[in-house]
């Protein structure tokens, strides 16, 4: 069979641990045999973020605003452990972080359904997706601690030099204290977003905050969403039959669990953050769960939800066996393919994408999978295999997809 040819490449964003030893088994054994392969490769490891200091991240986040798709594996967010491991320069900022703050948007994250993984709340049958507001908060936050007694006052100069101003707290003694912001434009791009997946998808939508407590901050977001909704959505959810509601962020929670699912989540961005692991968890696994990060500008960036399974990484580095899950990163990847088959309208792309994802399906619903599926599928008959041997699996069930 040909490779499929590609127009325009891809941004690759490699990354750390044992996902970027999956990432390069993956595209040996079920991308590259298939695919004429066209990326834009950057190395976020962070070794290489650290030479480069950090300017790596940055160059991945313009070139996705250059071609419009990139995928991304997995990202050590260094802590003070880190630091020393990796004889740092600096303790560098989480790569995500960066990358959303210059791309703007929102991220979807939604599970992955397949036989034999039942969600642990019962009442769930269909999928729960989470969209995730991707800028601001205390993502883009200015901290202190605070030694001992004084005022800390918020200010706001206006570009006249205006001065507002508030007191946050008198302190009496020593303490925290935070700072944080969000845009006008980016929470309308936030809504934007959410009412238009939700419409693509044919799903209803739901958002939370606590604007009970918060009147002016989670409040604007209330505000801008049913805005929004009432000036440019209301009439196209009547007429696909679905609905937009807000509610307070503990009545949500208490709604999702008691719900059967088939909805979209608006989250603030910690909300979705926590959430996101809490939805993906209870659906089975965090590595069963396709996540994409869709600018205002239509970029899309797709990425696995968990992180570089550093456990496992350890253990295979000492030559033992490992079980690593790799369906989320092979959907960051079948995404990210089909998304450009689609924008260059290259159906052979697209359709492999589809079968690719099948193939992976498949593979879990005959029993073979790794091992963190393994104990919790209910199906009668499994085989465990290594993370490697779980790749050449689902290539047995591609190649019979695809003649
Ligand atoms: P993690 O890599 O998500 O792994 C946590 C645990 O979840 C693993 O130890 C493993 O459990 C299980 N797990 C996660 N993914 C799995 C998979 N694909 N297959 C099988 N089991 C899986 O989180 P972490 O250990 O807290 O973080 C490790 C590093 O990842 C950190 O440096 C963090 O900064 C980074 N991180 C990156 C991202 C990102 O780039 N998007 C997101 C989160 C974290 P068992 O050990 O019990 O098998
Ligand atoms: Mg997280």
New binding site residues.
């Given amino acids: 069979m040909a490779k499929i040819a590609m127009k325009t490449p891809l941004v690759e964003m490699d ?1 750390d641990e044992m996902t970027r030893v999956i990432w390069g088994w993956l595209k040996e054994i079920l991308i590259e045999p298939y695919v004429e392969l066209k990326t834009e490769y950057y190395d976020l490891g962070l070794k290489n973020r650290d030479e480069t200091d950090d300017k790596v991240t940055v160059e991945a986040a313009l070139a996705t605003k250059k071609y419009g798709v990139a995928v991304k594996c ?4 260094p802590n003070a452990d ?1 630091v020393k491991e990796y004889n740092l320069k600096k303790m560098w900022k989480s790569p ?1 972080g960066t990358i959303r703050a210059i791309l703007d948007g929102t991220v979807f994250r939604a599970p992955i359904l397949v036989k034999g993984i039942d969600p642990f709340v019962r009442t769930w049958k269909k999928p729960i997706v989470i969209a995730r507001h991707a800028y601001g908060d205390i993502y883009k936050s200015s901290e202190m601690l605070v030694d001992g007694p004084g005022k800390a006052e918020l200010v706001f100069t206006d570009a006249e030099g205006n001065e507002k101003r508030q007191t946050v707290h008198e302190f009496q003694g020593p303490g925290i204290l935070m700072g944080m912001h969000n845009t006008e434009a980016s929470i309308r791009s936030f809504a934007h977003a959410c009412f238009n997946y939700a419409l693509d998808q044919k799903m209803d939508l739901w958002f939370a905050a606590k604007d009970t407590i918060s009147k002016k901050y989670d409040h604007r977001f209330k505000d801008i969403f049913q805005e929004i909704f009432d000036s440019d959505y209301r009439k196209k959810f009547e007429d696909a039959d679905i609905s937009y509601f807000y509610t307070l962020i503990d009545d949500a929670v208490a709604r999702v669990v008691r719900s059967e699912g088939g909805f979209i989540w608006a989250c603030k961005n910690y909300d979705g953050d926590v959430m996101s692991d809490m939805v993906a968890t209870a659906f089975g696994s ?2 069963m769960m396709t996540s994409v990060l869709v600018s205002p500008d239509g970029f899309y960036e797709y ?1 696995a939800a ?7 990484y350890y253990k295979h580095l000492k030559g033992e066996e490992t079980s ?2 790799s369906v ?1 990163t092979l959907f960051a990847w079948t995404g990210a393919l089909r998304k450009r088959g689609e924008l260059d309208g290259c159906t052979e792309l697209f359709n492999f994408a589809d079968k690719l994802e099948e193939a992976a399906k498949n593979t879990i619903e005959e029993g073979v999978m ?1 091992g ?1 599926l393994a104990v919790l599928s209910s199906l009668p008959d499994i085989r465990k295999v290594n993370t490697r041997d779980f790749l050449l699996e689902i290539k047995k069930r591609l190649d019979k997809l695809l003649v």
């Fill in positions: 990354g997995a990202t050590i967010t880190r995500n965090l590595a990425e968990h992180g570089t399974v550093q456990r496992h690593t899950n989320a790794t963190d």
